[in-house]
C-alpha cells in the first residue's frame, strides 16, 4: 500500500456496495460475487459495515484480497462484520449513508430496502453513478430519465461501476 | 407559544415538508397551499429551509401565522427563505435530510427531484408516514407494497399528514 | 411571530446556552437566569434540549415567554425537557453539538462538563463569540490570548452575549 | 492485510492524531515522528486527513509503511494529503471530528488550536484516552482533575497511546 502513495494519480478507486443489513442467500452469492470483483480490480470497497449484502459484499472482497471500509451508524467499531478491514464508527445513524456515497467514486446498488433506496437517492442526488442489481424501479413525477444503470450480473455491475467511477474521475480531473 | 409549554402533552405536532429547491409555478402553488393547511391545523412546518418547494410552504404557512422550522444543509442562517421563522445552520450538507425526517411526525413529498426522493425513502425506513403529491412511484425488486400514502390535492395531503402524524403520536404513547 | 417574518432584517437573534446535563441547584439557578435574560431581550435561545444547565436555562426562557430550540442529540423527540418549544431530533449524538454552535450568533457556556468544552471550542473554532460563567480555564500552548469573555453574573453574561452577537451580525451585513 | 482478518481478536488498534492545520516546522517534526511510531507498531493512523500536524503525522506513517484513515470535512477525497490512504470525504464539516474521535482506541493531540482542544474534549466526553504533546492546558471550573495524559516526547507519546488504547480494549472485551 505504501508504493501506491508515491503519487495521488494512483490512489485507489473507491467502489460503495449498498444493500440491505438482512438478506437472502440468493442475494448473498450476489453481493459476495460483487465484492470479489471489486478486490479483483484492485479496487477499495466501501459499506455501511454491517450484515446482509455489506457482510456478503465485505467477504467477498476480503477473501480476494481487498480493503474494506465499513462506515458503521452506530459508535461502536466492534459492530463491524468480520470482512471489514477499515472499521469508523461515525454515530450518525442514518446520516452515515450520506459518507458512504460521498466516499465512493461509483456505488452498486442491490436489491433494495428503504436504506439502499436513500443511498441510491444521495448518490444521484450528488452525481455520483450508481449502478443496479435486482434493485428499485423509479418513475420520475415528471418522467424525466433516471440515470441509474441496470447490470444483469454481479460481474458486469462491478465491471460498469469502475468503467462509471474511471470516466467521472478523468472529467473531474480534467475540470481541475 | 409559552402556554403550549405548560404540558407536554399538547407539544406542537411537527409536519415535514420535502421537495425540490427550484420547482415550477404550478408545483409552487400546490406546496404554497400545503404550508397553509398545516399552519392552519397549528402544526409547525418543518423544511429544508431553501428555495422552491420549500420556499413556497414556508410561505404559505408564514401568511396562515405558523411557525417554520428550516434545517439548512450549509454553515449560514441567512441563506435560510425569508418566511422562516426558527433557521438551523446545521452544516451537515445532504446529512440535514436525516435530520429534517427524524423531526417530523409525518412528512409530505411534492413533486420530486433526488433529494426529495432520499427523505421519502429515509422516512420509509424510520417509520414516518410519508404523503406523496405528485411525486416518485417506486418499485420494489421484491414487490413489496410500498407504504407511501398518495394524495390528490394540497389539502388532501395536509389531512392526511396530520391523520397519519395523530396516529404515530397515540401508538408512541402507548408504547411508552 | 409572524409579524417579525415581515422584513429579514428583523429576524431574531439566536443566543446559544451550553453546559453540563446535570447540575448542581446553584448551577441550576444561574442557568435559569440566563435563559430569562435571554427571553427578556427578545432572542430565541438554543440549546442541546436535555437536563442540567440546558433545562434550567430552557425553563427560565419558556416562563418569560420565549422560544427554546433543543437540539436533541437522539433520535426521540420526546427526550426533550418540557420547556423546549422546537424539539429537533439530530440523531447525531455529539455531532449535534456543532449544530448548537452553528445555529447561535454568541453561546454562553455555564459550568462545564467535556461536553461545553466541546462546544466552547467548536464556537472559538467558527468565530463564534462565547461568554464563559464559572466555567473552564484554557491555557493555549503557545499562550496566545484565548477570545473567551467572562462574566460575573447571569444577567452580565446574558448581555455580554446579545452584545457580541449584534456585533458580530452587522460585521457579517457590511460583508455581504 | 487480508490475513489479519482471520480473526477480530487481532483487528488493528486505531490510533488518532489531532492537531491544527497550519503549523511550525517543529510541530511537524514531532508529528511525523508521532506518524512513524505508531506505523511501526502495526496501528492505524486516523486523522483529519488535511494539512499541518495531519498531512506531517501521515508522511510518517505512510513512509514507516502504514495505513492512513483521513477523515475529511468536506465533500471532495482528492483534498486528502498525498499520504492519506484511505481519504473518506464526510461532507460535514466539523462534525467530523466526532467521527475522528470515535473510531480511534485513543488519541494524541499535538500543538493546538480550537479544533484540537474540540476534538480533546470530545474524546474526554466519549471516555476515550488523550495523550497531549505540547497541547492545551485545561483548569476544570470545580478543579476536578481532567484525565488528560501528558508525554515529553513523539515516541514517548506514541507509546502512551498504545498503552491505554490496549488497556481500553481489555477492559471493553472484559464487559462485552
Do not use: F
Not at 440468493?26 to 484492485?42: D, K, S, T
Not at 420520475?140 to 444483469?152: D, G, K, W
Amino acid at each position: 500500500m505504501p508504493r501506491v502513495l508515491a503519487s495521488r494519480a494512483v490512489v485507489a478507486v473507491h467502489i460503495g456496495v449498498i444493500g440491505e443489513g438482512r438478506c437472502s442467500r440468493r442475494v448473498a452469492a450476489r453481493a459476495e460475487r460483487v465484492g470479489a470483483a471489486i478486490a479483483a480490480a484492485g479496487a477499495v470497497l466501501v459499506c455501511g459495515g454491517l450484515g446482509g449484502v455489506m457482510a456478503a459484499a465485505s467477504r467477498g472482497a476480503a477473501r480476494a484480497g481487498g480493503v474494506v471500509v465499513g462506515l458503521l451508524p452506530g459508535v461502536d467499531r466492534s459492530e463491524a462484520n468480520r470482512w471489514v478491514t477499515i472499521p469508523i464508527a461515525t454515530g450518525m445513524d442514518q446520516a452515515r449513508n450520506v459518507i458512504v456515497v460521498r466516499s465512493s467514486d461509483a456505488v452498486i446498488a442491490i436489491g433494495g430496502m428503504y436504506g439502499t433506496l436513500s443511498e441510491i437517492a444521495l448518490a444521484l442526488k450528488l452525481g455520483i453513478p450508481v449502478v443496479g442489481l435486482r434493485t428499485w424501479t423509479l418513475r420520475q413525477p415528471e418522467r424525466r430519465r433516471v440515470p441509474l444503470l441496470v447490470a444483469a450480473t454481479p460481474e458486469a455491475a462491478a465491471a460498469c461501476a469502475l468503467r462509471a467511477a474511471g470516466t467521472r474521475r478523468r472529467a473531474r480531473s480534467w475540470l481541475a
